[in-house]
C-alpha cells in the first residue's frame, strides 16, 4: 500500500484544513489508519487513529473535541478534519495504516505517507 497525503497549508490560529490520504491498491479498507505529527525538534506523535470498518475512534488528547478523523474506504482515502487550529499544531502530519501493536506508537504502522505540513500563524 503507498499512502499519499495533502491539504496542508497556512492558515491563521482558529483556521481549519482537512487533510486528505489516498492510499493506492485495493486492500485499503482491510486496514485501520491514523495520523501522526512531528514538529520541528519534537519526536513524532500520535494524533488519531480509525480502524478499518470506521467503528473505533481514538484521539490524543491535544485534539480531541477539534479534529475528526474519518475515512471513505470506497474511495481508498482516509481524512483528518482540523478546526480551532492553533500554533501548537503546527507539523508535518503523516498517515500511516497496517497495524500490528499499539496504536499510538509509531512503530506499529506498516506504511507511511510522506507527510504535508500544516503552519498555524498566530
Not at 28 to 57: L, N, T
Not at 81 to 100: K, R
Amino acid at each position: 500500500v503507498q499512502l499519499q497525503a495533502s491539504g496542508g497549508g497556512l492558515v491563521q490560529a482558529g483556521g481549519s484544513l482537512r487533510l486528505s490520504c489516498a492510499a493506492s491498491g485495493r486492500t485499503f479498507s482491510r486496514y485501520s489508519m491514523g495520523w501522526f505529527r512531528q514538529a520541528p525538534g519534537k519526536e513524532r506523535e500520535f494524533v488519531a487513529v480509525i480502524r478499518s470498518s470506521g467503528s473505533g475512534i481514538y484521539y490524543a488528547d491535544s485534539v480531541k473535541g477539534r479534529f475528526t478523523i474519518s475515512r471513505d474506504n470506497a474511495k481508498n482515502t482516509g481524512y483528518l478534519q482540523m478546526n480551532s487550529l492553533t500554533p501548537e499544531d503546527t507539523a508535518v502530519y503523516y498517515c500511516a495504516a497496517d497495524i500490528s501493536g499499539s496504536y499510538g506508537s509509531t512503530t506499529s504502522y506498516k506504511y507511511w505517507g510522506q507527510g504535508t505540513q500544516v503552519t498555524v500563524s498566530s
